[in-house]
């Protein structure tokens, strides 16, 4: 069964689907009010995402490290997003996506 690439005005879905026509389908019930902007077959049957290009490297897993910079800083997300930066190093908008994103998970 072919792996296809679905993308939405707000998210990126990878979905197995007989072709294209069940890949829509899949996409229509799960986000029916979102539009579909790009649909792609992807040459092979998996999908690999490169954790440099993520900005992850070495050690470091950049949810456990949000969480627990969420912990120290007792939910303030401004102060988390500082810790983040000064514990990975990165920018100031990798590091409130990284926090906002796991807020959103329930800490």
Excluded at 52 to 80: E, M, Y
């Amino acid at each position: 069964m072919p792996l296809f690439e679905v993308e939405t005005e707000m998210h990126i879905m990878i979905t197995w689907a007989d072709d294209e026509d069940s890949a829509r389908g899949v996409v229509k019930e799960a986000y029916p009010r979102e539009d579909i902007l790009r649909l792609t077959k992807r040459p092979r049957d998996s999908w690999v995402i490169s954790k440099s290009v993520l900005g992850i490297q070495g050690d470091i897993d950049p949810c456990n490290t949000a969480r627990d910079c969420l912990s120290k800083a007792s939910g303030d997300k401004v102060h988390a997003i500082r810790l983040y930066m000064q514990h990975t190093g990165t920018d100031l908008e990798d590091a409130r996506k990284a926090i906002e994103s796991n807020m959103v998970m329930g800490w």
